[in-house]
């Protein structure tokens, strides 16, 4: 049986698509392989958003030069945002590359796999030797396709899985100037409500229990393919195709959790609003893209929202769910970004106090308008101002965890703890996560723990009425997830 690895870089829509892939190739019998040296089909899913992310995976391949000398019947490929970016230019820096698959054609990957293993096959049985030099016997496909949104519908679930994630739109129209994601990823389209409404059916059907709808932009869901409505308790409430979505989801019998991720701070009307506060799956937490706390830099970035604004919606938002968790996305060094700007930013993240934030240093990107603007920063100012914020940021998430030791929380367990197998990991409603002993059938359940120790971000339990502790070693927290660009 053929078996195929594929490592994934960047955010949650990325793995997502990974796991599309990789139920398509599973259908037509590969085997998922522990590690690419195992593996017959090599797929590095890239990302964009930041030069580094684009260096490890052209990193990455580059190390498997070897491994393509030893074996040439295995097919290496770069598929998702720095491939469709790239397209064919890949092929001329990493010469092993086979196959470059952007953005829009994932459903076309185990089509072209299987194209290219059988010229492999024919190649090195002597059929046909000289094939492989010819640079035609690569495959590259980066064009649109309309409709690809809804391709990315299917899942390979583990046993007892507890959680999944629901891609409900592709690309994004807003154009920041920082941000590649338009290019890389296209115009906003959207699946339907009853497509998706289906597919989390499936999901709980096969025993999940959470799911979180994904999206560049995910509140501005449907915005040009569905209309508005009145609301049924206040006709004189518009209902937003996002608002639409997450009430026929939540209505879906059996699903216990519902999240949602990457919105715009634009896209929380009151409908939204109202929505966290009369949903009672939707988790208590909004990952907010803040971006920065200087008006003259969020106008320069295209970011249509003022500070002002952004912490009239944090008060919006802590008043519609009083335990609501907030966290956010910040980019240091923006073009132009003054000492000034940096301490309105620093003061707005202080202000604010993030249950976690990730911070960034400006990366400037491939034809993106802030890349050409004049006054690029320093990156040894960009690294001291990262280095600061984090300092603020961290004091603020160890508040938050420690807030919780000594409470008792309901947490969804996900399964063994990544860096200690012998015990358990979960999240709680607010995304937070915990880590405690339990029996294998925890995995999947939703279980009542008390905290007993925070190390800033993440938390150890017991179980609730238990009486002994475990304590989190420094290796047990957890690493940051990566940002998705909204
Ligand atoms: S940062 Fe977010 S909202 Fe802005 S262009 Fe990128 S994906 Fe769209």
Known sequence: MPKFFIKTYGCQMNERDSEQVARSLLDRGYEAAANELEADVVLLNTCSVRDMAEQ?????????????????????????????????????????????VGTQKFHRVADYV??????????????????????????VNTEEESGSQETIREHALRARQATAFVSIMQGCNMHCTFCIVPRTRGAERSRTIAEIVRE???????????VTLLGQIVNLYGRHEFPTVAGVADPGRAKSPFVQLLEAVHNVDGLERLRFTSPHPIGFRADLIGALRDLPKLCEHVHLPLQSGSDRILKAMHRTYTAEKYLRL?????????????????????????????????????????????VFRYSPRRETPAAEMAQQVDEEVKEARNR?????????????????????????CEGLSKTNHLRLTGRTRSNKIVVFEGAENDIGQLID??????????????????ASSCHLSPMEELLPPVMTAS
Request: aromatic share 4%.
């Open 449 to 466: 723990l008390k905290i007993t120790h925070s190390t800033g971000f993440s938390l150890s339990a017991v179980k609730a009425g238990a």
């Open 314 to 358: 944090v008060d919006q938002l802590r008043a519609a769910r009083m335990d609501i968790a907030l966290t956010t996305d910040v980019i240091v060094g923006f073009p132009g970004e003054t000492e000034g700007d940096y301490e309105k930013t620093r003061a707005l993240v202080e202000r604010v106090q993030f249950d976690n934030a990730f």
């Open 200 to 210: 989390v059916r499936g999901l709980v059907e096969h025993g999940v229990k959470e």
């Open 56 to 100: 490890k995976a052209l990193g990455k391949m580059g190390m498997l030069g070897r491994m393509a000398k030893c074996r040439p019947d295995v097919v290496f490929g770069f598929l998702g945002c720095m491939a469709q970016a790239r397209g064919a230019e890949l092929l001329k820096l990493i010469p092993h590359v086979d196959l470059v």
């Open 388 to 412: 600061d914020l984090l300092k603020v940021v961290d004091a603020a998430a160890k508040r938050a965890g420690e807030r919780l030791v000594g409470r008792e929380v309901e947490i969804l």
């Open 114 to 139: 299987e194209d290219l293993r059988a010229r492999k096959r024919a190649a090195t049985d002597g059929v046909d030797q000289h094939a492989m030099d010819d640079p035609r016997f690569s495959i």
